[in-house]
């Protein structure tokens, strides 16, 4: 049985992709269930976590979201039987990688899979809806009547955001970073209910973020929007990257927090200068980060993390959620799939086997 490893680059070297020969052992553990891998999600490595958790591996399995059938089920496993359909995302620790024909993983981190919904579509959707989640639910403690600021709003985990807090009864104001983007989020509509656009405002920034601040302020009446949930931040001014031209300054964003606000970044190296800490405290305003691998990487809220991952299938077997489709590929395409991934050229990818 053959599976995708990582070989991490020496120094700056980038990182090596391997298929590798794995077996599983004769006998199941106590809680483990066998699945037959139907779809992998591939998301980028962070290399770094990993040795900040203390993970270092030869080889770090690759493919993480899986979705499948299971085979076998371990002498005390509660939750599942053979031939029932699951999803769900491998520990950072796992020693399978999810692109093998057949894993072996505990109960705890799966739950049972709609049979409407598609295997492809779960494995391809499921980090950015438990981001979603994450962000406006732990985090900015979303409730009906907010208002919400989605950083680039036709990415894949903005558009979940977006659908998750409509849902919930939040005003949505979304940036759009190309005119493409833009008609597609003014063309925004709820799969069932009354028709209305999702969104309350498409703000354009791919022209610059010098309108954003104005708009945001339009729409609330001067008060600001009670949420942020970015896609990372613009630093410095001298950056000129295109894709920092893309994200908003992180002046724009605490300008367009109201009083008592909540800034959710994904910026995992984010600098506030002493002027943004004061116009935090003068606002009561709070910074988060979000770390999508923190309810795997700690057990202490195990039972809420499998609430959320229930909660998130769910919602998208009813159409609540509506991911964009990924086109999936193949398992002799997954190595370069994953290589465009890591280079950060393409967002995700999902792999049917």
Not at 190 to 201: E, T
Not at 320 to 339: D, F, G, H, K, N
């Amino acid at each position: 049985m053959k599976g995708l490893f990582c070989r991490a680059g020496v120094s700056d070297a980038q990182p090596k992709f391997v298929i590798q020969e794995m077996t599983l052992p004769d006998v199941l553990g106590s809680h483990q269930v066998r699945v037959q891998v139907k779809a992998c999600g591939l998301s980028p490595l962070d290399l770094k976590l990993l040795a900040d958790v203390g993970i270092q591996r030869d080889l770090i399995p690759v493919g993480r979201e899986v979705a499948g059938v299971v085979l076998q089920v371990g002498p005390k496993v509660k939750f599942f039987q053979p031939e029932d359909e699951v999803v769900g995302v491998l520990p950072l620790d796992s020693p399978c990688s999810g692109l093998c024909d057949v894993i072996d993983v505990d109960e705890h981190y799966l739950v049972q899979k709609p049979e409407k919904l598609s295997s492809v579509c779960v494995a391809s959707a499921l980090r950015d809806g438990l981001c979603a989640y994450t962000a406006l639910h732990t985090h900015a403690h979303m409730a009906a009547g907010h208002t919400l600021l989605v950083v680039d709003g036709a990415s894949s985990f903005g558009l979940m955001v977006t659908q998750l807090a409509c849902y919930h009864g939040v005003k949505v104001l979304t940036t759009s970073h190309s005119p493409q983007n833009h008609t597609f989020l003014e063309q925004l509509r709820p799969s069932v209910g009354v028709q209305d656009p999702l969104l309350a405002r498409v703000i354009p920034v791919y022209n610059g973020s010098s309108e954003l601040l104005p708009l945001v302020l339009e729409e609330t009446g001067g008060l600001g929007v009670d949420i942020v949930i970015d896609s990372g931040v613009h630093l410095l001014e001298e950056e000129e990257s295109e894709d920092m031209k893309l994200h908003l300054h992180k002046h724009d964003i605490i300008s367009a927090l109201a009083v008592g606000g909540h800034w959710v970044t994904s910026h995992q190296d984010l600098q506030l200068d002493p002027p943004d800490c004061r116009l935090l405290h003068l606002k009561s305003a709070s910074v988060s980060f979000l770390n999508p691998e923190v309810w795997t990487a700690s057990s202490a809220q195990q039972g809420r993390y499998l609430h959320i991952l229930k909660d998130i299938v769910e919602k998208m077997s009813t159409g609540v959620l509506r991911p964009q489709p990924e086109e999936a590929v193949s398992i002799y395409e997954a190595t370069v799939a994953m290589e465009t991934v890591q280079r950060r050229q393409k967002k995700k990818a999902v792999v049917q086997l």
